[in-house]
Structures are given as structure tokens and as C-alpha cells.
């Protein structure tokens, strides 16, 4: 197994266009796969995932799938068309937090880079945003419209491999003409990429820094979460302009530390915590789940969803004592509405 210094730099572009000049300059050579568009030199990875969000999800899953131990992070670079006044063409932004647009709907699971300087947030749709209106209609969510960001932060999100994204800014969005600027200006857009990339100071592998002295005795931090720590309070600092302390109080820290429950659950739910002040949509699903799961909470039930609600599955937990218990939580399972918690996990509210 390779350590975590050895790993490398997994870089992903949609279109080979965005990529020439890595392509050219960095010393890359195709890497033999299942599909073409998978390229290597001595530290890096490069994967051309095609346009839009199914297309990115696939290719991606089936490389880290497939290179899981060699990928340390995942850095998307590429074309992003402006929805805001200050997201100027000609500028490369560091991308805060990835959202989804499909089918017509904003999608509730979003993603958090690992650049605790990044302070733009960016929104993938399914189609190409070509008109005014559309363009409109997504600006209240984000200033940069992309077609493939959110799938790949998706699928890194599954592999846990942190991720960096920065975008161009080629023009702005629903003025028509945005394909056929990208197509007339890809080589002075790639150049320009490599150039910013080449300026950075990437880590060469996201190792979990030493987070615990941040917590009291009762807390217990896997590897995994330690990284996960780390990286919300790096956002929320941006966030609030508050410090790690006051950030951790405001998550709740105090009263979980009070509960009866281990250390590892009492991390989670603190964890849980800073998520709902770095994405407070999370933190309204949160409450109206805990609101449809109010009968089996009653029964001494605990119903516990998957992380970031990434898909359907959810856990039941019951304590049972005595057969009254198990009355009651037979009573409370009829009056259970699992359809409307699915339709509410898939964003039907």
C-alpha cells in the first residue's frame, strides 16, 4: 500500500480543450482504462470526465474506485459563467461549496471544498444555461454556474477524498453565446488555468491536523472525522469570524457533552452540529425529519440517516425492557410515515 505522502494529485477537467496545457507542459502520458481520458505523470493524475453531471459521476467513481489508494485529494479545474456582478470574466475563483440543479430543482445535498480561503460558492446544472432567465433564476444560489462540479464533489464525498475546485470565469451566464466563447478561447483559458494552478501552494496530502485539543475529555475523533473537523471549522471561521471555541459552542458543544451517550456518538452530533451552521438548508431537513420521526423518538426509537443524507437508508435503534416497550413501539412504527420521509429525503417538502 502506498503511504499518504506517495499519494497523488487526482486533477479533472471536462473537456480535454480546458486540459491542453497540462496536457502538453506537465508531462502526461495516456494510462491505460477502461475508457480513454485518463492520463499520468509522476505525482498527478488527469481525467478528462466529459460535460455534465452524469457523465462526470461516472467516469470519476470508476477511477477512484479503481485508484482509491493511489488519489490523496481531488483538484477541479475549469470553466465556470458568471451569475454575479462580482464574479468577473477573466478571474479564477476558488470554489467554497458545490450545489446541484436537476430536473428543474435545486438539490439539498451540497459540498464543502478543503480550501479554508475560498469564499465562492458554485451551482452545476443538468442543461446549458443559455437564457437570461435561467441564468436568473440560479443566481440566488450561487454566483458561478458550472455543468459538472456537483457530481464531482458528490463522488468525493463517497470516496472521502477531499476536494479543491477553481474556476475561470469565461463570460456570463444566459448571454447565448457562452459554448461558442469557450470553444474560440479553450487554448488562452487552458494557459491561464495552468498558470494559476502552477501558482498555488497545494498540500500534498490533506493529513488530519490536531484537532482533539480543541475538544474536552468525552469527545472521541476518528481519522476521518479529525479531517472532517478540521475542514467545517475552517469554513465556519470564514463564515463567522469566530474562533474555534465559539464556533464549538454554538454547535451545542456543552449540552452534547452532557448527554448519556459515548464518545464517538457525542462527536457525530457535534459534527452534525457545525454542518447546520455551515449549511443551514441541512439543518431545516434535519428538523423536519426529526419532526416525521417524532413517534418513533417517542417509543425510544432513534432513527439515524446517513451522512449529509447522501441516500435513503436510515437506522433504527430501539431499547426494549419490557413488553410494553415493545407495544408501544409496534404502536408507534404503524403511525411511522416512512413514504413522506423518503419524498422529504429526495427534496419533496
Known sequence: MQTHQEAKQLLTFAHRGEAQAFLRQRNFRPRTFYFEGLYENDSELLLLTGEGLQSTAERLAAVCGAFREEVGSVVNLGIAGSLAPHCLPGAVYSVRTAYGFRGGKVQFKTYSGSDPGAQIDCISADQRILQAADAGQLAHFAPLVDRELWAGAAVCA??????????????????????????????????????????????????PAAVDDNLPEGFYLTTSQQRRLRTVLQHLKIKYTEDDGQLLAKAGMASILAMDINPKKRTTLLLEGLDSLLNPFNARLRARLDELCRPLAAANCRVQFSRDYEDDRLELTAQIEHPRHLEKLRRALEAFDYAQVIRTLNGEW
Open 158 to 207: 463517497l470516496f472521502n477524498l477531499p476536494f479543491r475546485a477553481y474556476k475561470l470565469v469565461s463570460d456570463r451566464a444566459g448571454e447565448g453565446e457562452f459554448c461558442a466563447n469557450i470553444r474560440e478561447q479553450a487554448e488562452q483559458f487552458s494557459e491561464q488555468l495552468l498558470g494559476f494552478y502552477e501558482g498555488l501552494s497545494l498540500p500534498a496530502a490533506e493529513a
